[in-house]
């Protein structure tokens, strides 16, 4: 209670208030523009958090964060563009309402889903978190070893069309983490005579160049569009006639937060998984499924409250047990490490006032973003969606650059982290997610420390590699790896027949 209070007194000051407010109106710009992603809005803003406490840099990345997830809706109902892949869902209804001229009750829907969403997302988060950090604290080396090992499996099978390329970019990814002096040991590896690359690959500016350079490639590219804005007629009454009408629909709201919420939980679905998936059972518990995607508000609201959702959900097993829920999660692991914070038990022990406060900041972005969203919503997205890329593109590309380099104040990072960048737009050409080699540029230092500490704890064994396969906790891990890895084979095989099925008729 002592750690609660303390965190909340950190969050509620002037100065944490205003870093929120301008996160909130940050999010949103971000999430409105199609081809910016929540993912590159919260990278770009890490390297400024390094002067921040850490309370006031986690509820900076925290209102980004909510806010970018809410602001792709705005794309998606008044463009049929989605502004973040986690508002794919929105566009099947919400553009629909906007071309019938109810553009402003779409929009008052997504804001009131996406608001009761997060909070449902955040509150599992505080009251789930804290007893699973305590059930952390019975991990040893083999059983990190394979938390690792699940956390690798399951995102390089979610995270790509192909589980071979996920499970290549997994590979990749914990290669490049064996660059620099061995956790243990102390051993100098593939650092190419370069002093400068003892310390590793620094994450955050890999996170940058692997998720900001290659959406900065993506709009070059496609070049310059105008946007072709649905008009949004405003009326009075409609904020409350329409937030009632959300309000009527419990069971949507619930069952969408409840799926948003453990898709967030698992390592490397998030919310692009989510929003579809509270659709499809949105549609399927609906008494009239025939009018999804005609402009039905049951629609919006599924998907808005699903992706929300998983941003509480995904901090989950990134607070307790160092493992990134979703990309935006893996990002937020880097500035952890960057405040001196580890991920895992220790969160919610020794910096419990910094954990509670950071998520009791959730909780107030999330208010913000109400606010925000009814009051100034439309207009941002106005804003933004006309922001030519002549403007746009060179200020990310300084943004990264002079991030990258703020970090440890080295050139060699600005290099690597364009390096990065290329090879993440080259290998996204190739239908490589950069989510797998992120989380095995972050889970092979967490892999190799538990493996070999685990070998040396079971020197003493008479067959010391059964240590990893005896005990309890490691095996219920290896059965979920098992599964992980299995389960996409199965649900593609039995896809497989069943479009062969339908061939035959």
């Known amino acids: 209670m002592d750690a609660l209070l303390s965190g909340i007194s950190q969050v509620l000051t002037l100065n944490n208030l205003l870093l929120m407010l301008g996160g909130t109106l940050a999010g949103l710009m971000a999430g409105a523009l199609p081809g910016l992603t929540a993912t590159m809005a919260v990278a770009l803003i890490v390297p400024f958090t390094f002067t921040m406490s850490p309370v006031s840099g986690l509820a900076t990345m925290g209102a980004i964060y909510m806010a970018a997830i809410y602001g792709g809706s705005f794309s998606a109902i008044l463009v049929n563009t989605p502004g973040t892949p986690s508002s794919i869902g929105t566009t099947f209804d919400g553009y629909p309402m906007a071309k019938a001229g109810r553009g402003q009750e779409a929009i008052v829907v997504a804001t009131v889903a996406s608001v009761i969403g997060g909070l449902f997302g955040v509150a599992v988060l505080a009251f789930l978190a804290p007893p699973l950090a305590k059930v952390a604290l019975k991990f040893g080396p083999p059983e990190y070893f394979w938390v690792s090992v699940f956390g690798l499996s399951i995102i390089a099978s979610l995270a790509s069309k192909s589980l071979l390329k996920g499970l290549i970019g997994g590979v990749f990814g914990l290669l490049v983490s064996t660059i620099g002096i061995a956790p243990i040991g102390g051993d100098v590896r593939f650092t190419f005579g370069q002093p400068s690359m003892q310390g590793g690959i620094e994450l955050v500016g890999a996170l940058i160049g692997l998720f900001c350079i290659p959406e900065v490639l993506s709009l070059v590219r496609q070049g310059s569009k105008a946007y072709e804005t649905v008009r949004v007629e405003k009326r009075r009454g409609v904020i409350r006639e329409t937030a009632a009408k959300v309000l009527a629909m419990p069971g949507n709201l619930l069952r969408s937060s409840v799926i948003g919420t453990v898709v967030g939980i698992i390592p490397g679905a998030g919310g692009n998984i989510a929003n579809l998936v509270a659709y499809n ?139 990065c960048g290329f090879a993440g737009y080259l290998l996204k050409q190739l239908g490589f997610h950069p989510g797998p080699i992120v989380l095995g540029l972050i889970l092979g230092p967490l892999a190799e420390e538990g493996f070999v500490q685990a070998t040396l704890m079971a020197k003493a064994l008479p067959v010391p590699w059964l240590i990893f396969f005896t005990r309890p906790i490691s095996i219920v891990l290896i059965v979920m790896t098992i599964v992980s890895l299995v389960w996409p084979l199965l649900s593609g095989g039995r896809k497989l027949r069943k479009e062969a099925g339908i061939g035959a008729q």
């Open 281 to 419: 059972e949105a549609q399927r518990a609906s008494k009239y499924p025939e009018k999804f995607g005609t402009g039905i508000i049951d629609g919006v609201v599924a998907t808005e409250a699903a992706n929300n959702a998983t941003v509480g959900g995904g901090l989950v097993p990134l607070l307790t047990l160092g493992v990134p829920g979703t990309p935006v999660d893996a990002v937020i692991y880097g500035a952890l490490l960057i405040q001196g914070l580890r991920p895992g038990p220790e969160l919610f022990t020794v910096h419990a006032d910094i954990t509670y406060g950071f998520i009791f900041s959730l909780f107030i972005a999330i208010l913000m973003m109400l606010v925000v969203g009814l009051v100034m919503g439309t207009a941002l997205h106005r804003l933004v969606s006309r922001l030519p890329l002549r403007y746009l593109v060179p200020s990310i590309v300084f943004l990264s650059i002079l991030g990258s380099y703020a970090i440890r104040n080295n050139m060699t990072d600005v290099g690597v982290m364009l390096a």
